[in-house]
């Protein structure tokens, strides 16, 4: 080969090297780029990655926490649940007691009626101890029937009361003053009476002693042999000498 066609050779070698080497860089340069951009992408895929792990940790923790509170609302509810069937028991008990007051009422209300006409009967019936304080106290009690402010078992209450003080006037001993008709005349005198066993009236100048005839419904004058017994009986029932045995009038039973 001629030296001039040796250098050509030469140039252009030297030239094809300079463009093979400044196409390598270009592409070295390329294929960095590449790789950061890779690295970049990677980096911001890691923190898509961080972030959507810490929104599921974050997630997770509220689920968790919102199934804690759903289980208590569910005890919660079952407690509830629970009252509202013990309270609904107790209104059906409530109603049925209700029930049974009106159908109660229902039956005392006549009952009481027939109580008050009975004890209004027997009194007039009765030995005449504090007539009129037990004949008022009979049309206290027909009154207290008409009221609607009182209820029915204060009804009740005040019938068995009056029941329980006639019941009284059969086992006590006791002395007041009053008048009773005589022949005609007013005459003021000391009663005593000896439960219902005996009824008798004394004068208050100790002069005579009457006794209630329960039959004929008048007063009659007791013997002499009584006077001492009845004026004794008087200041008995008045404390002013100790208890003994009197003798007094006592009608027979039949």
Do not use: C, H
Not at 78 to 93: E, P, T
């Amino acid at each position: 080969m001629s030296k001039r066609t040796q250098i050509a050779s030469a140039v252009a070698g030297i030239a094809l090297f300079s463009a093979s080497a400044s196409i390598s860089a270009s592409t070295l340069a390329a294929v960095q780029n590449e790789e950061a951009k890779i690295v970049e992408d990677a980096v911001k895929s890691q923190q898509r990655v961080d972030s959507l792990l810490e929104q599921s940790q974050e997630l997770l923790i509220e689920y968790r926490s919102v199934v804690d509170q759903t289980e208590n609302l569910k005890i919660y509810n079952d407690y509830l649940a629970g009252l509202v069937a013990d309270q609904q028991r107790v209104i059906n008990s409530l109603q049925t007691q209700i029930d049974s007051i009106e159908e109660t009422k229902q039956g005392i209300v006549p009952l009481m009626q027939r109580m008050i006409s009975s004890l209004d009967e027997f009194i007039k019936r009765d030995v005449p101890i504090n007539l009129q304080e037990r004949l008022d106290r009979v049309e206290r009690l027909r009154d207290l029937m008409t009221r609607s402010d009182v209820t029915v078992s204060e009804q009740f209450r005040q019938v068995i009361d009056a029941y329980s003080i006639e019941n009284q006037y059969g086992r006590t001993i006791s002395t007041k003053e009053g008048e009773i008709d005589f022949g005609g005349e007013s005459v003021a005198v000391d009663f005593f009476n000896l439960g219902r066993t005996a009824y008798v009236a004394l004068k208050l100048d100790q002069s005579q002693a009457f006794a209630w005839n329960n039959e004929s419904k008048a007063w009659e004058e007791l013997g002499g042999e009584y006077l001492d017994s009845v004026i004794g009986a008087v200041r008995m029932a008045q404390g002013l000498v100790p208890e003994d045995l009197i003798k007094l009038p006592v009608r027979a039973a039949e």
